[in-house]
């Protein structure tokens, strides 16, 4: 990311309110959060976020009439806000996105889906806040095509590689362990075994390197793996 987006998370939740502050903040931005929808209402007041994760049931201040709020302020008609809520009825969706929410997600979630859609909203609306491209040596990601290049030639790679490539190219140097990669990866909620990351990591190699060609992907002996941070420089 060229810049770190600030997010207000308004759930009262407590533990999917720190669920999602591990993960969005492990994705790089800055992370508020409230648990009422007037304290929340107050603190938009003093300062705007990039974009709300807002649930639909909050106490003091209904999270669907928060938004209708937010919507009639001048200095808040545009921001994003993603609506939270265990309400799946087509008409009630509808209700959400009638009163100015900008995407709407059912709990329960995919936490990587909801990454991926905070990611494409803020793309949407702050294209300069969020890098639509990764590069690291004659590597190149492209979010939005979904397409990775090396040198002159378009890899191939399937839609858990191209995650897990993109979630270790933005962090270079950083060691996971497999755990920590299903859980930003595969998300945490997911029943797949730790040496799946293995393979994973197996097929991604394959599909980037060619023979001779310097592997960016490292293996860290019990502990995990990480993305080079010296790919692309001469060492």
């Known amino acids: 990311m060229s810049t770190n987006p600030r997010i207000l998370i308004v759930e009262d939740e407590e533990p999917l309110s720190l669920l999602l502050r591990y993960n969005l903040e ?35 201040l209904s999270g669907i009439e928060l938004c209708r709020r937010l919507r009639q302020r001048s200095d808040t008609k545009n921001l994003p806000i993603i609506l939270l809520t265990a309400r799946g ?25 909801l990454l991926a859609r905070v990611g494409a909203l803020l793309r949407r609306v702050s294209p300069n806040r969020v890098a639509a491209s990764l590069e690291a040596g004659d590597l190149h990601l492209d979010r939005s095509s979904h397409r990775v290049r090396r ?11 191209f995650r897990l490539l993109e979630f270790l190219m933005e962090r270079p140097g950083r060691v996971f362990s497999r755990a920590q990669l299903l859980d930003h990866v ?50």
Do not use: C, Q
């Open 151 to 161: 040198g002159g030639r378009e890899l191939h790679l399937g839609p858990t590689e």
């Open 26 to 60: 492990s994705e790089g931005y800055t992370v508020e959060s409230a648990m009422r929808g007037d304290d929340a209402e107050l603190m938009l007041k003093e300062h705007i976020p990039d974009l709300v994760l807002l649930d639909w049931m909050l106490p003091g």
């Open 186 to 235: 595969w998300g945490m909620d997911s029943e797949i075994d730790e040496r799946t990351v293995d393979v994973h990591v197996g097929r991604l190699r394959k599909a980037i390197n060619k023979p001779r060609e310097r592997d960016p992907v490292r293996t860290i002996r019990g502990a995990g793996y990480s993305f080079d941070e010296n790919f692309g420089r001469k060492i």
């Open 89 to 113: 009825e087509e008409d009630e969706r509808v209700r959400g996105l009638a009163t100015g929410a900008d995407d709407y997600v059912v709990k329960p979630f995919s936490v990587p889906e």
